[in-house]
Nanobody, 123 residues
């Protein structure tokens, strides 16, 4: 069994930075991928970033490339999401997921999810 726990969310002002963490309790295979998604009120789930656990290569949507960075600490079974220059439209619940199919951009390909952490960006 695998469980994921996110942390690091909060209330920030536009232009601030935030780093989210996701700790995985369970086995992560090198062929697995870890991803971050978000869901804003009234909107569909949106892909934010993904990383291949073993090789470390990353994927981002064009809309967020350059403002977000995903990384992992393999010895700690933890994946991070660094977000810079936050905007009000970044307000959402952020979820991390684990996919046995690699670093997918598709939420339905993730096998396990955390409970989410709220990020609110407002002046």
């Amino acid at each position: 069994q695998v469980s994921l726990t996110e942390s690091g969310g909060g209330f920030v002002q536009p232009g601030d930075s935030l780093r989210l963490s996701c700790v995985v309790d369970g086995r992560i295979y090198s062929s697995s991928g870890m991803g971050w998604f978000r869901r804003a009120p009234g909107k569909e789930r949106e892909f934010v970033a993904a990383i291949m656990w073993g090789a470390g290569w990353t994927a981002y949507p064009d809309s967020l490339r350059g403002r977000v960075t995903i990384s992992r600490a393999k010895s700690e079974n933890t994946v991070f999401l660094q977000m810079n220059n936050l905007k009000p439209e970044d307000t959402a619940v952020y979820y991390c997921g684990l996919s046995r199919r690699g670093a997918s951009r598709v939420g339905s390909e993730y096998n396990y999810w955390g409970q989410g952490t709220q990020v609110t960006v407002s002046s």
